[in-house]
């Protein structure tokens, strides 16, 4: 199906999981997980922490082809490498239109920025 979406779903291959009792897969929002719909303006993932919500937005990421820790495609760095194996997992589809400029933006990343003082350097 053709759409003007980025990115208009994320399939987990469940036939490729080993053990569906081992993290990341066995946290709810994965375990769950079949296909997830994203909507054309905004998806909101909500729930209760730990359930999965972070680990899947990162997995997704990845899959882009993102850092795991935030930024633009040309943007790599690494404090230490946190992610799960979800990534491998993932089925991405597509739209036909391809975004100007793109960046994953994590909650974690703006804290550190946000809360860096200048006089640490």
């Given at each position: ?9 994320v ?30 303006k905004?998806?909101f ?13 990162e ?63």
């Amino acid at each position: 199906m053709l759409t003007r979406q980025f990115v208009s779903h994320v399939t987990l291959r469940r036939e490729t999981v080993t053990a569906f009792d081992a993290d990341p897969f066995s946290l709810p929002a994965v375990r769950a997980l079949n296909t997830l719909e994203l909507h054309p303006k905004v998806t909101f993932f909500v729930g209760e922490n730990g359930s999965g919500k972070s680990t899947l937005m990162e997995a997704i990421a990845v899959a882009l082809v993102f850092n795991a820790e935030g930024g633009s495609r040309n943007f790599h760095f690494s404090t230490h490498a946190s992610h799960s194996e979800l990534h491998a997992h993932l089925r991405i589809a597509r739209g036909f239109r391809k975004p100007r400029t793109e960046f994953f933006l994590r909650a974690e990343s703006f804290f550190n920025v946000a809360t860096k003082h200048p006089a640490d350097g």
